[in-house]
């Protein structure tokens, strides 16, 4: 049977980007099941009150919402924070698990990023064992580290140097799930870069991808410290979650793990990017009669001057966290993730095909400040 279909599904991180689109589409792709969403609040108050903000923003119809069950706890603690008879009686209804929360920011350091995204792995693998459940786990690409080229989903078993302290506990994560798949069915998803739904462009949030456009628009700085023809690889959170739901329903999705990313056809050049963004914020900002921005400098470490040599620095400081991802590329195979959704008519639109939506959606909202 499918793993949607034999009984209860938890989900943690329904609060967030990925598990706030996965609601709507798991209740779909189960439409007998029960639904929890194990969600953090101090008191029950809080617990109501995110419990409705949560069946608001997915636009849930009654008979799909009343299927949802919030309840209160914490991927860090133990039991996930659950009373212990709630746990139990959890445990005997869910047969399948989808760990979507996780510590996406990469300034945390090592200690902090582990209590949340191992500890918090640990704390749901024990919960699926006791359920006998199915997990479904949301890694993330960049379990590749610090490398370039061409990475494929079988070519992570050696730990690699990362970048930064996300990588390096998101990919220590995925072994723990590793470790877990002799005894438990396990599924394991790679998105690359997140951003907002390809048709609306929403998002909760505007970060990495985001980020740039945030600097230069608000003046942050004039400077983009890249090599301009490296490739990003972005997928929307619509593509994301529709193709987890189809693959995880998969019967050969037990111990598989898929790419989800644009792959190397779909990737734009950060020189491409610029270009076609520069109509799409200028455009907006001319209609609204705001001040149009200039497009950014790129200055490249391959710049050989002192005085761009300087001002590589200066701008690399101000995107310290982003630009290690914007000097070397790294690319993702998506090869076998594509023939897995062959019929399904679910494919990864390219970047360029819908980032107005996405910048439009982002100005309309000051980048989450207004």
Not at 191 to 204: A, E, F, H, K, Q
Not at 237 to 251: I, M, T
Not at 296 to 302: C, G, K, L, Q, T
Request: contains cysteine.
């Amino acid at each position: 049977m499918s793993s949607w279909t034999d009984g209860g599904i938890l989900l943690t991180g329904a609060t967030g980007l990925v598990g706030g689109e996965l609601v709507s589409r798991l209740l779909a792709g189960a439409p007998e099941a029960t639904l929890f969403c194990v969600v953090r609040a101090r008191d029950r108050a809080e617990l109501e009150r995110r419990g409705h903000e949560l069946v608001a923003a997915t636009g849930l119809a009654p008979s799909s919402a009343a299927r949802v069950r919030v309840l209160g706890g914490d991927m860090r603690e133990a039991d996930l924070g659950l009373d212990s008879t709630v746990r139990a009686s959890l445990a005997r209804e869910v047969r399948a698990v989808v760990h979507a929360a996780a510590s996406t920011r990469f300034d945390l350091d090592l200690d902090e990023a582990r209590r949340i995204n191992v500890a918090g792995m640990r704390n749901v693998l024990a919960f699926a064992r006791d359920a006998g459940a199915h997990l479904h786990h949301v890694s993330t690409a960049y379990v590749a580290g610090d490398r370039g080229g061409l990475f494929r989903v079988r070519d992570s078993d050696a730990r690699p140097p990362f970048h930064n302290a996300y990588e390096a506990s998101k990919w220590e994560a995925e072994q723990l799930v590793r470790d877990a798949a002799r005894e438990l069915p396990t599924t394991v998803y790679r998105p690359s870069i997140i951003v907002g739904d390809s048709r609306t462009g929403r998002t909760p949030h505007f970060r990495v991808l985001y980020d740039p456009f945030k600097w230069v628009i608000y003046g942050k700085t004039s400077l983009l410290p890249c090599r301009p023809d490296v490739r990003i690889d972005a997928v929307p959170v619509d593509y994301v979650c529709d193709a987890l739901v189809a693959l995880g329903a998969r019967a050969d999705a037990v111990g598989a793990t898929y790419s989800l990313s644009a792959g190397p056809e779909r990737a734009l050049s950060i020189a491409e990017i610029l270009a076609r963004a520069e109509p799409i914020v200028n455009g907006w900002l001319a209609r609204r009669g705001l001040p149009t921005v200039a497009v950014p400098r790129i200055v490249s470490p391959d710049d050989a001057t002192p005085e761009l040599a300087d001002l590589f620095a200066l701008g690399a400081q101000v995107m310290r966290t982003h630009v290690p991802y914007m000097l070397r590329e790294l690319l993702f195979d998506d090869r076998e993730t594509t023939a897995a959704l062959a019929g399904t008519g679910i494919t990864c639109p390219p970047l360029g095909e819908y980032l107005a939506t996405l910048l439009e959606y982002a100005l309309e909202r000051r980048f989450g400040t207004a």
